[in-house]
Protein backbone atom coordinates (compact mmCIF):
# COMPACT_ATOMS: atom_id res chain seq x y z
CA UNK A 1 0.00 0.00 0.00
CA UNK A 2 2.83 2.41 1.00
CA UNK A 3 4.48 1.93 -2.34
CA UNK A 4 1.44 2.75 -4.32
CA UNK A 5 0.60 6.04 -2.21
CA UNK A 6 4.16 7.06 -3.04
CA UNK A 7 4.94 6.65 -6.31
CA UNK A 8 1.20 8.23 -6.39
CA UNK A 9 1.77 10.98 -4.27
CA UNK A 10 5.35 11.50 -6.29
CA UNK A 11 3.78 11.66 -9.43
CA UNK A 12 1.52 14.16 -8.58
CA UNK A 13 3.90 16.39 -6.39
CA UNK A 14 5.61 17.13 -9.70
CA UNK A 15 3.03 18.19 -11.91
CA UNK A 16 1.59 20.57 -9.24
CA UNK A 17 5.63 21.98 -8.94
CA UNK A 18 5.73 22.43 -12.81
CA UNK A 19 2.56 24.51 -13.76
CA UNK A 20 4.82 25.94 -16.86
CA UNK A 21 4.03 22.30 -18.37
CA UNK A 22 0.52 22.37 -17.37
CA UNK A 23 -0.26 25.97 -19.19
CA UNK A 24 1.92 24.49 -22.26
CA UNK A 25 0.05 20.90 -22.96
CA UNK A 26 -3.20 23.79 -23.16
CA UNK A 27 -1.35 24.71 -26.65
CA UNK A 28 -2.11 21.92 -28.30
CA UNK A 29 -5.78 21.18 -27.94
CA UNK A 30 -6.39 24.54 -28.02
CA UNK A 31 -5.06 24.51 -31.50
CA UNK A 32 -7.55 21.81 -32.52
CA UNK A 33 -10.29 23.47 -31.00
CA UNK A 34 -9.29 26.59 -33.16
CA UNK A 35 -8.28 24.54 -36.55
CA UNK A 36 -11.26 21.77 -36.60
CA UNK A 37 -13.93 23.16 -34.45
CA UNK A 38 -14.01 26.63 -36.25
CA UNK A 39 -12.14 25.56 -39.06
CA UNK A 40 -14.76 22.50 -39.96
CA UNK A 41 -17.64 23.71 -38.00
CA UNK A 42 -19.58 25.32 -40.98
CA UNK A 43 -18.97 22.28 -43.51
CA UNK A 44 -19.97 19.36 -40.16
CA UNK A 45 -22.89 21.52 -39.96
CA UNK A 46 -23.68 22.30 -43.74
CA UNK A 47 -23.51 18.11 -43.87
CA UNK A 48 -26.16 18.15 -41.41
CA UNK A 49 -24.16 16.16 -39.06
CA UNK A 50 -24.89 19.09 -35.87
CA UNK A 51 -22.58 21.09 -34.00
CA UNK A 52 -19.18 20.39 -34.78
CA UNK A 53 -17.79 21.99 -31.35
CA UNK A 54 -19.54 19.27 -29.32
CA UNK A 55 -18.69 16.30 -31.44
CA UNK A 56 -14.83 17.38 -31.46
CA UNK A 57 -15.21 18.21 -27.33
CA UNK A 58 -15.23 14.45 -26.01
CA UNK A 59 -12.41 13.17 -28.44
CA UNK A 60 -10.35 16.69 -28.19
CA UNK A 61 -10.55 15.39 -23.83
CA UNK A 62 -9.40 12.56 -25.17
CA UNK A 63 -6.88 13.05 -27.04
CA UNK A 64 -5.48 14.99 -24.23
CA UNK A 65 -5.53 12.53 -21.83
CA UNK A 66 -3.81 9.94 -23.73
CA UNK A 67 -1.12 12.02 -24.49
CA UNK A 68 0.07 13.15 -21.42
CA UNK A 69 -0.50 9.29 -19.29
CA UNK A 70 1.69 7.87 -22.97
CA UNK A 71 4.24 10.46 -21.03
CA UNK A 72 4.64 8.76 -18.48
CA UNK A 73 6.63 5.79 -20.06
CA UNK A 74 8.40 9.05 -20.88
CA UNK A 75 8.97 9.93 -16.89
CA UNK A 76 10.24 6.39 -16.22
CA UNK A 77 12.76 6.48 -19.10
CA UNK A 78 14.19 9.92 -17.52
CA UNK A 79 14.21 8.09 -14.00
CA UNK A 80 16.21 5.63 -15.22
CA UNK A 81 18.63 8.44 -16.72
CA UNK A 82 18.79 10.40 -13.90
CA UNK A 83 18.83 7.02 -11.46
CA UNK A 84 15.65 7.58 -9.56
CA UNK A 85 14.28 4.29 -11.07
CA UNK A 86 17.85 2.47 -9.20
CA UNK A 87 15.82 3.33 -5.82
CA UNK A 88 12.63 1.93 -6.84
CA UNK A 89 14.60 -1.25 -8.29
CA UNK A 90 16.15 -1.95 -4.91
CA UNK A 91 12.92 -1.07 -3.32
CA UNK A 92 12.00 -4.45 -0.82
CA UNK A 93 8.24 -3.94 -2.47
CA UNK A 94 6.58 -6.00 -5.29
CA UNK A 95 7.18 -4.59 -8.85
CA UNK A 96 3.24 -4.79 -9.21
CA UNK A 97 3.07 -2.42 -6.66
CA UNK A 98 5.15 0.21 -7.70
CA UNK A 99 4.06 0.08 -11.39
CA UNK A 100 0.45 0.28 -10.11
CA UNK A 101 1.39 3.73 -8.09
CA UNK A 102 3.34 4.88 -11.12
CA UNK A 103 0.64 4.41 -13.96
CA UNK A 104 -2.15 5.96 -10.72
CA UNK A 105 0.27 8.54 -10.44
CA UNK A 106 0.55 9.12 -14.04
CA UNK A 107 -3.51 8.96 -14.83
CA UNK A 108 -4.73 11.50 -11.89
CA UNK A 109 -2.28 14.14 -13.47
CA UNK A 110 -3.67 13.08 -17.16
CA UNK A 111 -7.06 12.75 -15.97
CA UNK A 112 -6.51 16.23 -14.52
CA UNK A 113 -4.95 17.55 -17.97
CA UNK A 114 -8.37 16.24 -19.01
CA UNK A 115 -10.32 18.33 -16.78
CA UNK A 116 -8.86 21.09 -17.70
CA UNK A 117 -9.17 20.76 -21.10
CA UNK A 118 -13.06 19.60 -21.20
CA UNK A 119 -13.18 23.43 -19.17
CA UNK A 120 -11.00 25.20 -22.15
CA UNK A 121 -13.97 23.60 -24.58
CA UNK A 122 -16.58 25.08 -22.34
CA UNK A 123 -15.21 28.09 -22.24
CA UNK A 124 -15.30 28.02 -25.98
CA UNK A 125 -19.37 27.12 -26.32
CA UNK A 126 -19.28 23.18 -25.78
CA UNK A 127 -22.28 22.77 -23.98
CA UNK A 128 -22.43 19.83 -21.75
CA UNK A 129 -25.71 17.34 -22.39
CA UNK A 130 -25.91 17.69 -18.44
CA UNK A 131 -23.64 18.81 -15.89
CA UNK A 132 -23.14 16.03 -14.10
CA UNK A 133 -22.12 14.61 -16.96
CA UNK A 134 -18.50 16.58 -16.64
CA UNK A 135 -18.58 14.31 -12.93
CA UNK A 136 -18.85 10.76 -15.08
CA UNK A 137 -16.55 11.64 -18.04
CA UNK A 138 -13.53 12.18 -15.23
CA UNK A 139 -14.37 8.43 -14.03
CA UNK A 140 -14.41 7.42 -17.42
CA UNK A 141 -11.17 9.52 -17.94
CA UNK A 142 -9.22 8.37 -15.84
CA UNK A 143 -9.85 4.72 -17.46
CA UNK A 144 -9.13 5.62 -20.49
CA UNK A 145 -5.79 7.46 -18.58
CA UNK A 146 -5.40 4.13 -16.82
CA UNK A 147 -4.77 1.85 -20.07
CA UNK A 148 -2.55 4.50 -21.43
CA UNK A 149 -0.55 5.27 -18.57
CA UNK A 150 0.03 1.47 -18.42
CA UNK A 151 0.52 1.50 -22.04
CA UNK A 152 3.29 4.26 -21.64
CA UNK A 153 5.22 2.73 -18.65
CA UNK A 154 4.77 -0.80 -20.62
CA UNK A 155 6.81 0.75 -23.51
CA UNK A 156 9.07 2.79 -21.35
CA UNK A 157 10.69 -0.80 -19.23
CA UNK A 158 11.49 -1.67 -22.90
CA UNK A 159 13.42 1.69 -24.00
CA UNK A 160 16.88 2.43 -22.71
CA UNK A 161 16.47 6.08 -24.22
CA UNK A 162 14.10 8.73 -25.11
CA UNK A 163 15.22 8.79 -29.05
CA UNK A 164 12.14 5.81 -29.40
CA UNK A 165 9.54 7.91 -28.16
CA UNK A 166 8.84 9.76 -31.24
CA UNK A 167 8.43 7.08 -33.05
CA UNK A 168 5.75 5.81 -30.69
CA UNK A 169 3.96 9.03 -30.81
CA UNK A 170 4.10 9.16 -34.45
CA UNK A 171 3.17 5.57 -35.28
CA UNK A 172 1.28 4.29 -32.26
CA UNK A 173 -0.54 6.99 -30.25
CA UNK A 174 -1.22 9.61 -33.71
CA UNK A 175 -3.13 6.87 -35.52
CA UNK A 176 -4.85 5.57 -32.96
CA UNK A 177 -6.00 8.89 -32.15
CA UNK A 178 -6.97 9.76 -35.70
CA UNK A 179 -8.25 6.12 -36.22
CA UNK A 180 -10.57 6.50 -32.91
CA UNK A 181 -13.47 8.12 -33.89
CA UNK A 182 -12.39 11.75 -31.94
CA UNK A 183 -12.44 13.95 -34.88
CA UNK A 184 -15.03 12.26 -37.19
CA UNK A 185 -18.33 10.41 -36.83
CA UNK A 186 -17.61 6.77 -37.32
CA UNK A 187 -21.10 5.39 -38.77
CA UNK A 188 -20.22 7.37 -41.79
CA UNK A 189 -17.06 5.89 -42.55
CA UNK A 190 -15.88 3.22 -44.95
CA UNK A 191 -16.93 -0.24 -43.32
CA UNK A 192 -12.66 -1.28 -43.66
CA UNK A 193 -12.26 2.10 -41.69
CA UNK A 194 -14.56 1.13 -39.22
CA UNK A 195 -12.99 -2.11 -38.51
CA UNK A 196 -9.94 -0.67 -38.12
CA UNK A 197 -11.64 1.58 -35.46
CA UNK A 198 -13.07 -0.91 -34.03
CA UNK A 199 -9.68 -2.45 -33.12
CA UNK A 200 -8.76 0.89 -31.85
CA UNK A 201 -8.72 0.63 -27.83
CA UNK A 202 -8.80 4.61 -27.72
CA UNK A 203 -12.78 4.28 -29.59
CA UNK A 204 -14.27 2.79 -26.43
CA UNK A 205 -12.74 5.41 -24.17
CA UNK A 206 -14.13 8.15 -26.56
CA UNK A 207 -17.36 6.71 -26.98
CA UNK A 208 -18.09 6.62 -23.81
CA UNK A 209 -16.99 10.28 -22.81
CA UNK A 210 -18.87 11.36 -25.90
CA UNK A 211 -21.69 9.49 -24.41
CA UNK A 212 -21.38 10.98 -21.02
CA UNK A 213 -20.84 14.37 -22.28
CA UNK A 214 -23.13 14.14 -25.48
CA UNK A 215 -25.62 11.39 -25.21
CA UNK A 216 -24.06 10.08 -28.61
CA UNK A 217 -22.65 7.18 -28.99
CA UNK A 218 -21.40 4.12 -30.87
CA UNK A 219 -21.51 1.34 -28.41
CA UNK A 220 -22.91 0.65 -24.95
CA UNK A 221 -20.84 2.65 -21.84
CA UNK A 222 -20.47 -1.45 -20.60
CA UNK A 223 -18.95 -2.75 -23.64
CA UNK A 224 -16.38 0.75 -23.72
CA UNK A 225 -15.73 0.78 -19.80
CA UNK A 226 -15.25 -3.32 -19.89
CA UNK A 227 -12.42 -2.88 -23.06
CA UNK A 228 -10.83 -0.02 -21.40
CA UNK A 229 -10.63 -1.76 -18.19
CA UNK A 230 -10.39 -5.13 -19.31
CA UNK A 231 -7.13 -3.91 -21.35
CA UNK A 232 -5.35 -1.53 -18.56
CA UNK A 233 -5.39 -4.61 -16.47
CA UNK A 234 -3.38 -6.79 -18.90
CA UNK A 235 -1.14 -3.86 -19.80
CA UNK A 236 -0.18 -3.16 -15.97
CA UNK A 237 0.52 -6.78 -15.84
CA UNK A 238 2.68 -6.28 -18.49
CA UNK A 239 4.44 -3.73 -17.52
CA UNK A 240 5.03 -4.64 -14.27
CA UNK A 241 6.27 -8.19 -15.73
CA UNK A 242 8.95 -5.73 -17.68
CA UNK A 243 9.72 -4.05 -14.97
CA UNK A 244 11.32 -6.66 -12.71
CA UNK A 245 13.52 -7.44 -15.79
CA UNK A 246 14.76 -4.56 -16.05
CA UNK A 247 18.65 -4.10 -15.03
CA UNK A 248 20.73 -0.95 -14.99
CA UNK B 1 35.16 -17.82 12.28
CA UNK B 2 32.71 -15.12 12.14
CA UNK B 3 29.35 -15.57 10.10
CA UNK B 4 29.41 -14.66 6.48
CA UNK B 5 26.96 -11.74 6.24
CA UNK B 6 28.11 -11.33 2.00
CA UNK B 7 29.62 -14.67 -0.01
CA UNK B 8 30.19 -14.57 -3.66
CA UNK B 9 31.37 -17.68 -5.58
CA UNK B 10 33.06 -17.39 -8.77
CA UNK B 11 30.69 -14.80 -9.89
CA UNK B 12 30.85 -13.51 -13.58
CA UNK B 13 28.84 -11.30 -15.77
CA UNK B 14 29.05 -10.65 -19.69
CA UNK B 15 27.96 -8.18 -21.49
CA UNK B 16 27.70 -9.16 -24.97
CA UNK B 17 31.41 -10.11 -25.80
CA UNK B 18 32.61 -8.00 -22.63
CA UNK B 19 33.09 -10.05 -19.83
CA UNK B 20 32.47 -7.08 -17.19
CA UNK B 21 32.78 -9.95 -14.07
CA UNK B 22 35.33 -12.80 -14.71
CA UNK B 23 35.63 -14.54 -11.46
CA UNK B 24 35.15 -12.81 -8.49
CA UNK B 25 35.15 -14.63 -4.86
CA UNK B 26 34.72 -12.72 -2.08
CA UNK B 27 33.50 -13.52 2.04
CA UNK B 28 33.12 -10.54 3.87
CA UNK B 29 32.02 -11.48 7.89
CA UNK B 30 29.28 -9.56 9.42
CA UNK B 31 30.22 -6.62 11.43
CA UNK B 32 33.24 -6.08 8.69
CA UNK B 33 34.49 -2.69 6.93
CA UNK B 34 35.42 -4.16 3.44
CA UNK B 35 37.43 -1.87 0.67
CA UNK B 36 36.93 -2.85 -2.56
CA UNK B 37 39.22 -1.65 -4.92
CA UNK B 38 40.24 -1.41 -8.74
CA UNK B 39 41.16 0.62 -11.68
CA UNK B 40 38.10 2.19 -13.29
CA UNK B 41 36.64 -0.25 -15.31
CA UNK B 42 37.58 -3.20 -13.45
CA UNK B 43 34.53 -4.62 -12.33
CA UNK B 44 33.42 -3.14 -8.93
CA UNK B 45 30.33 -1.71 -9.74
CA UNK B 46 28.83 -4.38 -12.07
CA UNK B 47 29.67 -6.67 -8.41
CA UNK B 48 27.74 -4.64 -5.94
CA UNK B 49 24.91 -4.12 -8.82
CA UNK B 50 24.87 -8.30 -8.81
CA UNK B 51 25.20 -8.21 -4.70
CA UNK B 52 21.70 -5.56 -4.87
CA UNK B 53 20.23 -7.20 -7.40
CA UNK B 54 19.75 -5.08 -9.88
CA UNK B 55 22.05 -6.83 -12.68
CA UNK B 56 21.42 -10.57 -12.90
CA UNK B 57 24.77 -12.25 -13.25
CA UNK B 58 25.56 -14.39 -15.65
CA UNK B 59 26.88 -17.34 -13.35
CA UNK B 60 28.48 -17.78 -9.95
CA UNK B 61 26.80 -18.33 -6.46
CA UNK B 62 26.14 -15.41 -4.13
CA UNK B 63 24.75 -14.72 -0.90
CA UNK B 64 23.29 -11.76 0.60
CA UNK B 65 22.45 -12.34 4.79
CA UNK B 66 22.51 -15.44 3.83
CA UNK B 67 19.96 -14.79 1.01
CA UNK B 68 19.88 -15.44 -3.11
CA UNK B 69 19.99 -11.82 -4.70
CA UNK B 70 19.04 -13.65 -7.96
CA UNK B 71 16.38 -16.24 -6.26
CA UNK B 72 15.23 -14.28 -2.82
CA UNK B 73 15.38 -10.76 -4.06
CA UNK B 74 12.94 -8.98 -2.03
CA UNK B 75 14.30 -10.63 1.56
CA UNK B 76 17.81 -9.71 0.27
CA UNK B 77 16.47 -5.86 -0.60
CA UNK B 78 14.99 -5.62 2.61
CA UNK B 79 18.69 -6.39 4.60
CA UNK B 80 21.12 -3.77 2.61
CA UNK B 81 21.26 0.22 1.96
CA UNK B 82 22.86 1.48 -0.96
CA UNK B 83 24.44 4.88 -2.17
CA UNK B 84 25.35 4.19 -5.64
CA UNK B 85 28.28 5.78 -7.94
CA UNK B 86 25.54 8.37 -9.28
CA UNK B 87 22.97 10.32 -7.64
CA UNK B 88 19.33 8.00 -7.45
CA UNK B 89 17.60 11.08 -5.85
CA UNK B 90 14.12 12.79 -7.55
CA UNK B 91 15.91 16.45 -7.78
CA UNK B 92 11.92 17.33 -8.36
CA UNK B 93 11.22 16.44 -5.00
CA UNK B 94 12.59 18.50 -1.11
CA UNK B 95 15.34 16.34 0.62
CA UNK B 96 12.50 15.42 3.16
CA UNK B 97 10.51 13.84 0.51
CA UNK B 98 13.03 11.74 -0.58
CA UNK B 99 13.56 10.60 3.01
CA UNK B 100 10.29 10.18 3.83
CA UNK B 101 9.52 8.39 0.08
CA UNK B 102 12.31 6.13 1.21
CA UNK B 103 10.96 5.59 4.61
CA UNK B 104 7.18 4.67 3.62
CA UNK B 105 9.03 2.19 0.43
CA UNK B 106 11.02 0.53 3.59
CA UNK B 107 8.17 0.34 5.72
CA UNK B 108 9.15 2.08 8.17
CA UNK B 109 6.61 3.42 11.14
CA UNK B 110 5.53 6.85 10.87
CA UNK B 111 7.18 8.06 14.13
CA UNK B 112 10.16 6.27 14.27
CA UNK B 113 10.43 7.44 10.31
CA UNK B 114 10.20 11.13 10.97
CA UNK B 115 12.60 10.99 14.74
CA UNK B 116 15.17 8.95 12.17
CA UNK B 117 14.83 11.50 9.08
CA UNK B 118 15.73 14.43 11.85
CA UNK B 119 18.48 13.16 12.89
CA UNK B 120 19.93 11.89 9.73
CA UNK B 121 19.03 15.32 8.09
CA UNK B 122 20.86 16.62 11.33
CA UNK B 123 23.48 14.36 11.05
CA UNK B 124 24.76 15.66 7.00
CA UNK B 125 24.21 19.07 8.02
CA UNK B 126 20.91 19.13 5.33
CA UNK B 127 18.62 20.01 8.37
CA UNK B 128 18.05 23.75 7.20
CA UNK B 129 17.42 22.83 3.62
CA UNK B 130 14.88 20.07 4.66
CA UNK B 131 12.21 22.01 2.22
CA UNK B 132 14.35 22.94 -0.70
CA UNK B 133 14.36 20.94 -3.62
CA UNK B 134 17.09 18.49 -4.36
CA UNK B 135 17.86 20.11 -8.04
CA UNK B 136 18.95 23.57 -6.27
CA UNK B 137 21.76 21.12 -3.77
CA UNK B 138 25.49 20.92 -4.84
CA UNK B 139 26.75 17.44 -5.94
CA UNK B 140 28.56 17.36 -2.42
CA UNK B 141 24.79 18.08 -0.78
CA UNK B 142 23.18 15.39 -2.73
CA UNK B 143 25.93 12.72 -1.64
CA UNK B 144 25.37 13.54 2.11
CA UNK B 145 21.65 13.18 1.42
CA UNK B 146 22.47 9.61 -0.52
CA UNK B 147 24.15 8.51 2.61
CA UNK B 148 21.13 9.88 5.00
CA UNK B 149 18.68 8.07 2.82
CA UNK B 150 20.55 4.38 2.43
CA UNK B 151 20.86 4.32 6.12
CA UNK B 152 17.32 5.76 6.90
CA UNK B 153 16.11 2.03 7.33
CA UNK B 154 19.18 0.85 9.50
CA UNK B 155 20.27 -1.92 6.93
CA UNK B 156 22.21 -4.95 8.33
CA UNK B 157 24.88 -3.82 5.37
CA UNK B 158 25.33 -0.71 3.79
CA UNK B 159 26.72 -0.84 -0.05
CA UNK B 160 28.69 2.67 -0.57
CA UNK B 161 30.05 2.89 -4.47
CA UNK B 162 32.74 5.72 -4.74
CA UNK B 163 30.92 7.60 -0.96
CA UNK B 164 33.36 10.30 -0.34
CA UNK B 165 33.82 11.47 -4.59
CA UNK B 166 33.19 14.47 -4.65
CA UNK B 167 32.96 15.30 -0.93
CA UNK B 168 35.62 18.09 0.74
CA UNK B 169 37.59 16.62 3.64
CA UNK B 170 35.65 17.76 6.46
CA UNK B 171 32.18 16.20 4.95
CA UNK B 172 34.50 12.84 4.24
CA UNK B 173 35.79 12.57 7.63
CA UNK B 174 32.51 13.37 9.00
CA UNK B 175 30.79 10.60 7.01
CA UNK B 176 33.26 8.16 8.20
CA UNK B 177 33.21 8.54 11.87
CA UNK B 178 29.82 8.13 11.46
CA UNK B 179 29.69 5.24 9.50
CA UNK B 180 32.47 3.79 11.84
CA UNK B 181 29.82 4.58 15.34
CA UNK B 182 26.94 3.08 13.57
CA UNK B 183 29.67 0.06 12.04
CA UNK B 184 30.75 -0.09 16.41
CA UNK B 185 27.36 0.15 18.26
CA UNK B 186 25.14 -1.52 15.35
CA UNK B 187 27.51 -4.10 13.63
CA UNK B 188 26.26 -2.88 10.57
CA UNK B 189 28.48 -3.89 8.10
CA UNK B 190 29.95 -1.61 5.38
CA UNK B 191 31.21 -2.49 2.11
CA UNK B 192 32.43 0.07 -0.29
CA UNK B 193 34.50 0.91 -3.32
CA UNK B 194 36.90 3.95 -3.57
CA UNK B 195 39.97 5.84 -5.52
CA UNK B 196 41.27 7.05 -2.30
CA UNK B 197 43.83 4.70 -1.28
CA UNK B 198 44.39 6.19 1.91
CA UNK B 199 40.52 6.48 2.63
CA UNK B 200 40.91 2.33 2.41
CA UNK B 201 43.84 1.87 4.48
CA UNK B 202 42.31 4.26 7.21
CA UNK B 203 38.72 2.77 7.42
CA UNK B 204 38.94 -0.79 6.01
CA UNK B 205 39.94 -3.76 8.04
CA UNK B 206 39.88 -5.97 4.90
CA UNK B 207 40.49 -4.76 1.57
CA UNK B 208 40.32 -6.89 -2.12
CA UNK B 209 41.75 -5.44 -5.20
CA UNK B 210 39.68 -6.62 -8.38
CA UNK B 211 41.27 -5.78 -12.07
CA UNK B 212 40.22 -6.86 -15.10
CA UNK B 213 36.94 -8.33 -13.34
CA UNK B 214 38.78 -10.92 -11.10
CA UNK B 215 40.08 -10.53 -7.19
CA UNK B 216 43.58 -10.54 -7.43
CA UNK B 217 44.63 -9.87 -4.01
CA UNK B 218 42.64 -9.81 -0.40
CA UNK B 219 43.76 -8.95 2.89
CA UNK B 220 44.33 -6.36 5.52
CA UNK B 221 46.38 -2.89 4.54
CA UNK B 222 48.97 -4.88 6.44
CA UNK B 223 49.30 -8.23 4.51
CA UNK B 224 48.78 -6.52 0.72
CA UNK B 225 51.62 -4.17 1.86
CA UNK B 226 53.34 -7.22 3.19
CA UNK B 227 52.72 -9.45 -0.08
CA UNK B 228 53.81 -6.79 -2.60
CA UNK B 229 56.67 -5.61 -0.45
CA UNK B 230 55.24 -1.90 -1.07
CA UNK B 231 55.69 0.61 1.60
CA UNK B 232 51.92 1.88 1.06
CA UNK B 233 48.82 0.67 -0.11
CA UNK B 234 49.07 2.87 -2.86
CA UNK B 235 52.24 1.04 -4.50
CA UNK B 236 50.74 -2.15 -3.47
CA UNK B 237 47.69 -1.37 -5.50
CA UNK B 238 49.64 -0.04 -8.41
CA UNK B 239 52.06 -3.16 -8.29
CA UNK B 240 49.07 -5.62 -8.28
CA UNK B 241 47.54 -3.66 -10.94
CA UNK B 242 50.03 -2.12 -13.20
CA UNK B 243 50.01 1.42 -14.26
CA UNK B 244 48.74 1.64 -17.38
CA UNK B 245 45.35 4.24 -17.31
CA UNK B 246 41.91 2.81 -17.94
CA UNK B 247 39.41 4.43 -19.57
CA UNK B 248 36.23 5.83 -17.51
CA UNK B 249 33.14 4.38 -18.66
CA UNK B 250 30.67 7.67 -17.77
CA UNK B 251 31.27 9.24 -20.18
CA UNK B 252 27.45 8.48 -21.55
CA UNK B 253 25.94 9.27 -18.27
CA UNK B 254 27.68 12.92 -18.43
CA UNK B 255 26.71 13.85 -21.96
CA UNK B 256 23.05 12.73 -20.85
CA UNK B 257 23.33 15.22 -17.82
CA UNK B 258 24.36 18.26 -19.79
CA UNK B 259 21.70 17.47 -22.37
CA UNK B 260 19.23 17.58 -19.10
CA UNK B 261 20.90 20.83 -18.58
CA UNK B 262 19.87 22.22 -21.43
CA UNK B 263 16.76 20.57 -21.84
CA UNK B 264 15.56 22.48 -18.40
CA UNK B 265 16.24 26.02 -19.09
Sequence with gaps: MGAIYVMWLRQLKRYWRSPARIVASLGQPLLFFVALGFGLGRVFQAAGAGNYLNFLAPGIMAMSIIFTSVFSGMDLIWDRQFGFLKETLVAPVSRVAIMFGRVLGGSTTSTLQGLLVLLLSIALGFRPEHWWGVIAAVGAGLSLAFLFAAFGLFLGTLMRDMQGYPLVMNFVVMPMFFLSGAVFPLDRVASAMRVLAMMDPLTYGVDALRRLLTGNSQFSLLVDLSVTLALSFILLLLAARSFARMQV | ?265
Design chain 2, 1 to 265: MMAAVIEVEHLCKRFGEVMAVKDVTVRVEAGDIFAFLGPNGAGKSTTIKMLTTILRPSSGRMRVNGFDPVTQSYAVRRSFGIVFQDSSLDDDLTAFENMEFHGILYGVAKAERRQRIDTLLAFVELYDRRDSLVREFSGGMKRRLEIARGLLHEPRIIFLDEPTLGLDPQTRNHMWSYLQELNARQGTTVFFTTHYMEEAERVARHIAIIDHGAIVAMGTAQELCAQTNSQSLEQAFLTLTGHEIREGDDGGLERMRNLRKAWRR
